[in-house]
């Protein structure tokens, strides 16, 4: 394999959340400003977070949304941020980048949490058009992603089908699967 920076080599997405642990401010305003760095095309910069700490208005409504089966475990998070990205630029043009834009800030997100020794899950199944009503967000934003931050809790607190992954050997494609021939 080739060499690899520790920060990526260590990144794993956990279920197993600490139900217990919470993140600081200073954490929360970390993996912010990390996303905030991330590049974007023209640099229109169109993410859009909104963090919801456990046991917060915003975390509640958050998780509601959420698949049921994600539910059964990002409840446990430390906090749930909610990833959305603009859907139209400062002089009122589409932005066609933005998704990925946002993925871009996520990734930094991501590394950021791994740096700090915490760990990041994004969830994609989630009801968005529920979002956007329960969080009275503007039309004008996307919602994407939710992104469970905390720290690792115990795998055998789950349930049985997703202890199963948690405790099992990660997998990766091998290079040659991921080239384009």
């Known amino acids: 394999m080739a060499q690899l920076s520790p920060i990526l080599a260590t990144r794993w997405s956990p279920h197993a959340f600490d139900p217990v642990a919470d993140l600081t401010d200073a954490e929360v305003a970390s993996l912010l400003e990390a996303a905030r760095w991330a590049p974007s095309a023209d640099n229109t910069q169109p993410w859009r977070f909104l963090v919801g700490r456990r046991d917060d ?30 859907t139209t630029g400062p002089t009122g043009g589409p932005l066609p980048h933005a998704a990925y834009d946002l993925g871009q800030a996520v990734a930094h997100l991501t590394v950021q949490a791994t740096a700090l020794r915490l760990y990041v899950r994004q969830i994609s199944a989630f009801d968005a058009a529920g979002l956007r009503t329960d969080l009275e ?39 040659a699967e991921l080239m384009l021939r």
């Not at 934003?141 to 990660?170: C, K, M, N, T, Y």
């Open 57 to 86: 208005e915003a975390f509640k409504r958050i998780l509601t949304n959420l698949s049921a089966a994600n539910q059964r475990w990002a409840g446990h998070a430390s906090a749930l941020l909610l990833g959305a990205h603009a």
């Open 137 to 175: 967000l503007s039309p004008e934003v996307r919602p994407h992603v939710v992104v469970a931050v905390g720290r690792l809790g115990d795998p055998f607190s789950l349930p049985e089908d997703l202890r199963a992954r948690e405790i099992g050997l990660r997998q990766r494609r091998p290079v």
